[in-house]
């Protein structure tokens, strides 16, 4: 069965500051993977999505890598900001249309 | 365009009860998936439905079930509510002809047992 581990589990980090989430996941027959943001009370916000057959992914300040060969995905956020502040998830699929299994998150707090 | 509708957006039942949530999909989105979301589990996929037809199913007990209408709409049920059923129900939906879309959630009904 899947497993996917995000670290850590909670970041503070000063506004301006760049940062990288981790996300790691056991089995590499995965046929993408799906970064989310959750604000507290809310639904999920898909950030990125990136191929299997893809090496990088970006949008705006947002940089997704993968190496599916080693089950690994980073989320790189430059030169945070307040508004980034939230709880970030990422979740991998299995050729199984749409089933995603998802890691527990990384919480983020972003200081001004 | 309007996103994703989930009612009610709380709900509170006692053990043995049932309930039933409601999700409307985007329009022209066709796939509705539904997620478990706790702070012991985390998110853990629950069922999807795709024309009508469950296509994909978790490992939840038979308790939980679903169905979904012609126009999309799908609703959940769980039957005979426990305790540990007490979480954040988010659905999700999709176009439907692909794998691994991009999902769109909605802001999810929370319910508790009591």
């Known amino acids: 069965k899947q497993e996917v581990t995000q670290i850590p589990a909670a970041l503070s980090v000063p506004e301006g500051e760049n940062l990288v989430l981790n996300c790691s996941f056991t089995?590499?027959?995965?046929?993408?993977l799906q970064w989310f943001r959750q604000d507290p009370g809310k639904g999920l916000t898909s950030l990125l999505l990136?191929?299997?057959?893809?090496r990088e992914q970006t949008s705006g300040r947002l940089n997704a890598s993968l190496d599916k060969s080693s089950g690994r995905s980073t989320l790189y956020i430059a030169a945070s900001q307040p508004g980034d502040s939230a709880t970030y998830l990422c979740?991998?699929?299995?050729?199984?249309?749409?089933?995603?299994?998802f890691g527990s998150g990384t919480k983020l707090n972003v200081k001004p | 365009k309007a996103g994703v509708t989930q009612t009610p957006r709380y709900l509170i039942k006692t053990r043995g009860q049932q309930v039933t949530l409601s999700c409307s999909p985007i329009?022209?989105?066709?796939?509705v998936s539904w997620y478990q979301q706790t702070p012991g589990q985390g998110l853990q996929f629950l069922f999807e439905?795709?024309?009508?037809?469950?296509?994909n199913k978790g490992n939840f007990p038979g308790r939980f079930s679903g169905r979904q209408f012609s126009n999309s709409r799908s609703e959940m049920n769980v039957s005979t509510l426990e305790l540990g059923d007490s979480a954040l129900y988010l659905c999700?939906?999709?176009?439907?002809?692909?794998?691994?879309?991009?999902?769109?959630f909605g802001s999810g009904t929370q319910l508790s047992v009591l």
């Open positions: 089995d590499s027959a995965i046929y993408n």
């Open positions: 979740a991998v699929n299995g050729y199984n249309f749409n089933k995603f299994y």
């Open positions: 439905y795709f024309s009508e037809t469950q296509r």
């Open positions: 329009s022209g989105h066709r796939s």
């Open positions: 999700a939906s999709s176009l439907g002809d692909g794998v691994g879309e991009k999902l769109f």
């Open positions: 990136i191929q299997s057959s893809q």
